[in-house]
């Protein structure tokens, strides 16, 4: 079974998490740009993170034959340092342009406040400039307001619901969203956020449309093969593996294949030795191409 | 003609209506508006997916050499390394600091559009220190647009830095026939590196890539090293065979009696054609 961790944070991940997430038969993931843990103090240090989600981490990712995208953005916590998060903003549509950005993103509220408005207004615009799908967290605190409040602010600026993913949902939540025409993106994250089991629940109420499932997993106590277990589960509780797929891999691509920078035949073409390649090809051949793109 | 018109051509023939538009577009944004370094940003960044990345050939004339036909960039590639010049004509910075602000702003198709076009937008090997920096990189794609089918490392980069690009590219895995101009950039030392490879790779029970006689001479290597090479010429791996062949073309010196034997005895059983026509050469071009 071919699995996709649309929402998981990479860089504070070891090898051994790849490994196992390879075997467990994730072939790609998602890693949207985020805060650090810590407050950052100037631009440069998002500079050096956006190159690092588009060039090493993606790196890393390919030597276990895992396929890396990101999104960028400026999360809502930073905005709240209003002259850097302005520094910030005048950055990001240099890397919008990137073709490994697949949405802007995550973005969102954190204590609802002004500049969280501002920065989220302002992205969203970005994104409709860019042409590329949004993924908005909702809020640990006062999750039901920052997900209705979430929803005005899509309505507001004018973006199309089918554009958009409301992360992080819960059994209140959910429901909330269910009208709107936004994907449902659900976090299994352990202790906060949602379980295995109460996901296949949501799965058998509310059916499979536009539902999505990721591990969220980050530098805190949480585990990147949550994707995989799910589906597992799914599976275990009659659930078939059309299913699997469609909620696992298929639902979360065909989102993010709406920045026209992913596309499902492209996760599911088989790897290929780079060197071996070119070995093969061109070593006794004497033809030119350089390692395949 | 000039590099940026004969890519331009090679673009307009090539691509899409729609693709070569959007591309003028932005070169003409690029020249005449007051923040060239903006637009091209986000130009470079968009040309893979507005432009395509199909295979382009075209005939460059790189660093004053004779023409030579290039089929290895990409529609991509091409318009990039355009897009560069562009900003290169109009922007008023130092070239070096230029090509360096592209290279640190660019995802990995964009900086490896950069190093494969390295010879179009330095010629001159201004921005040396910074080439030869870019090869410490750990990205295959990057490396292989430095070093493979690419004039500059030999033209330009120090003997330190050759031998070490060399090194890395089969460290890497890659074949080095790639790299241009490495007969003439041969070294005693390079022998030295590779042989010490060698032995490593066998101490650790492990093969050593076959290409790798390609940079090394047996004047310039150790007693015993000819009868290394002599096992390759026998071995069931057909591109041992291959490179052993051909490294010996290379070889200034006459063989020895035995090896000459091994190499006509071969050449009566080889079964692989490619094989057969390197022998071949290698038996007339040495009267054995
Ligand atoms: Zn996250």
Known sequence: MNYFDPH???????????????????????????????????????????????????FRASQFGILHYCTMGLNPKEANNREMARDVLNILPRYLAKDGVVAVGEIGYDDITPAEDEALLAQMEMAKEFELPVLIHTPHRDKVTGTKRTLDAIKDAGVAPEMVIVDHLNELTLPLVLDSGVW?????????????????????????????????????????????????????????????????????????????????????????????????????????????? | MNHYNRLYQALAQQCSEAAIEWLKQALNAIASESDPTA?????????????????????????????????????????????????????????????SEIYAQGDE?????????????????????????????????????MVMHNPYPARHFSSRAFNQLVLKALFLGLDIAHIEDLQARYNSELSVMCADYIDERMAANRDYPASIWLAMRLRDCR??????????????????????????????????????????????????????????????????
């Open chain 1, 8 to 58: 998981i944070h990479m860089v504070s991940r070891t090898t051994d998490d790849y490994e196992n997430m390879a075997a467990a038969g994730i072939v790609g993931v998602v890693e949207p740009a985020f805060w650090q843990g810590q407050p950052r103090t100037n631009v440069g240090s998002f500079i050096d993170y956006y190159d690092l989600l588009l060039g090493w981490e993606r």
């Open chain 1, 184 to 293: 449902r993106g659900h976090s299994i994250y352990p202790n906060t956020k949602m379980s295995e089991p109460r996901m296949v629940a949501l799965l058998q109420q509310y059916g499979t449309e536009r539902m999505v499932v990721n591990s969220a997993a980050d530098w805190g106590k949480s585990d990147p093969l949550k994707v995989p277990k799910v589906g597992q589960l799914m599976l275990d509780s009659g659930f078939s593996e059309e299913q699997v797929s469609k909620v696992l891999f298929e639902n979360p691509i065909e989102f993010y294949a709406q920045s026209g920078r992913i596309n499902l035949a492209e996760v599911q073409r088989p790897k290929v030795d780079q060197t071996q390649q070119w070995q093969e090809n061109s070593a006794l051949r004497g033809q030119t191409p350089i390692v395949e793109k």
């Open chain 2, 39 to 99: 637009k091209h940003q986000i130009a470079s960044a968009m040309a893979k997916r507005k432009v395509g990345d199909q295979a382009v050939t075209l005939t460059l004339e790189l660093m004053g050499e004779e023409p030579r036909e290039i089929c290895h960039w990409s529609s991509a590639d091409c318009s990039r390394i355009l897009l560069n010049l562009a900003l290169i004509d109009t922007s008023d910075k130092p070239l070096t600091s230029l090509l």
């Open chain 2, 109 to 145: 198709r964009e900086r490896a559009a950069l190093l494969m076009g390295i010879p179009v937008l330095d010629p001159d090997a201004q921005w040396l220190v910074e080439a030869e920096d870019c090869c410490r990189t750990n990205s295959l794609l990057l490396f292989s647009a």
């Open chain 2, 223 to 288: 007693p015993g090293t000819a009868n290394l090479l002599a096992d390759c010429l026998t071995a069931q791996d057909v591109g041992k065979r291959y490179y052993a062949a051909l490294a010996l073309q290379h070889e200034p010196d006459e063989q020895t009696e035995a090896l000459q034997k091994i190499i006509k005895q071969q050449a009566e059983q080889e079964t692989d054609p490619e094989v057969q026509a390197a022998l071949t050469k290698l038996i007339e071009s040495k009267r054995l």
